[in-house]
């Protein structure tokens, strides 16, 4: 009988050691879904930026090659326009081309750069030389114009500008 005593006063003294981990997976679980949550979120957002970056070096390549393929004297023109009809593939947001905001010229003002020069690097001048070389540059300000809303956390890994550029030789 001592012994039967003994046995329910362990039983009793295991339960009461035990109830209050009730609660702990919960808490556990609360902690590391928000782990998950920024992490998925960042593997979401990363995968966006990358597609984007690849549409903006597409937009610059068939700029470039635009171009390059253009009538002699039409080159800047026709990679203008070839860019700006690329850009404004990109989607629903982009329909006014290199003017959407975001998109910007290396001076800052909205647009895509299409620059005609020499491909030795000599700044082209009309006078001197036949222009040789098509660059098409384009530029994001993701800083302010961000593709998703901005995630806690994750706003310090994103990067400020988004650049793509393509140069291509003219063909003669």
């Known amino acids: 009988m001592a012994d039967e005593a003994a046995i329910t006063k362990r039983r009793r003294h295991r339960r ?9 997976a919960l808490v556990e679980f609360a902690l590391v ?3 998950l949550c920024v992490l998925l979120f960042g593997i979401i957002n ?14 610059a390549a068939e700029g470039a090659r ?3 393929v253009a009538v002699a004297g ?3 023109a026709d990679a203008e326009v070839a860019t700006d009809e690329a850009v404004r593939e990109f989607g629903d947001r982009f329909t006014d081309g290199c003017a959407t905001d975001g998109m910007k010229t290396a001076d800052g003002s909205s647009g895509c ?5 020499n491909c030795d690097g000599v700044t082209y001048d009309p006078d ?7 660059t098409v540059e384009l530029r994001y300000d993701y800083q302010s114009h961000p ?5 806690p956390l994750m706003s310090a890994f994103l990067p400020d500008e988004i650049k793509a550029s393509s140069v291509v030789r003219i063909n003669e």
């Open 16 to 24: 009461s050691r035990g109830e209050g981990e009730d609660g702990a």
């Open 33 to 35: 879904s928000i782990l």
């Open 46 to 59: 990363f995968g966006l930026i990358l597609s984007f970056k690849q549409d903006m070096t597409r937009a």
């Open 66 to 68: 635009a171009g390059a």
């Open 74 to 76: 039409q080159s800047e």
């Open 113 to 117: 750069d299409v620059r005609i020069h």
């Open 128 to 134: 001197d030389a036949i222009p040789d070389c098509v």
């Open 147 to 151: 593709l998703l809303p901005d995630i």
